[in-house]
């Protein structure tokens, strides 16, 4: 009898799950915030009359709570 070999496959970039570039280690972290759509285009609208990036503005208003 022929023995048959496994061969393992070996994955490289985006074809499989956990692959593709990895986040810069910058300090940063990140977080989802789910609302709804009618909620989200007031809160754009807030962050941009604020002059802030709609993240700056979210972690703004939390650090004041």
């Known amino acids: ?4 070999k496994q061969t ?6 985006y074809g499989y799950h ?3 570039r ?3 280690e910058t300090g940063r972290v990140r977080f989802q915030v789910s609302c709804q759509p009618s ?3 007031i809160i754009r609208e807030k962050a941009e009359k ?3 990036s709609l993240s700056r ?3 703004d ?3 004041k709570a």
């Not at 393992?8 to 970039?13: A, R």
């Open 1 to 4: 009898m022929e023995e048959t």
């Open 8 to 13: 393992e496959k070996k994955y490289s970039g």
């Open 18 to 20: 956990g692959g593709g």
């Open 22 to 24: 990895k986040m810069a």
């Open 39 to 41: 909620e989200e285009k």
């Open 50 to 52: 604020a002059g802030l």
């Open 57 to 59: 503005f979210l972690v």
């Open 61 to 63: 208003l939390a650090l």
